[in-house]
């Protein structure tokens, strides 16, 4: 998996200010038609929001798939010249999935 943070603060809680550093990845499939949500948490929000993700989709009828936690460096900078690509670089690694199935 392949990610940096594109959100200056968590997308959990329109009220919360902090920096993400931490990445939830949800990656099913319904029929033949993939599904995929993305979410940049900071550390307090992060352990409900997979909670709800993995909820979610089991309510959608995804059983084929995964929610995939990845921690992120907020402090990595880009190089100008990598800002057109961010997602192409890594500053990420994976350490937790939970299969929906």
């Avoid at 599904?35 to 089991?58: I, K, Y």
Wanted: a neutral charge.
């Amino acid at each position: 998996m392949i990610s940096n943070s594109c959100h200056a603060r968590c997308e959990a809680d329109h009220r919360c200010y902090r920096t993400p550093c931490f990445e939830a990845q949800l990656k099913a499939q319904v029929g033949l038609l993939p599904v995929h949500r993305n979410v940049e948490l900071c550390a307090d929000h992060l352990g409900a929001m997979v909670q709800s993700l993995t909820a979610w989709a089991r309510r959608e009828g995804l059983t084929r798939g995964q929610v995939t936690v990845l921690a992120i460096d907020p402090d990595y900078s880009l190089r100008a010249a990598d800002q057109a690509f961010p997602r192409t670089l890594s500053r990420a690694f994976e350490f937790g999935a939970i299969p929906l199935g």
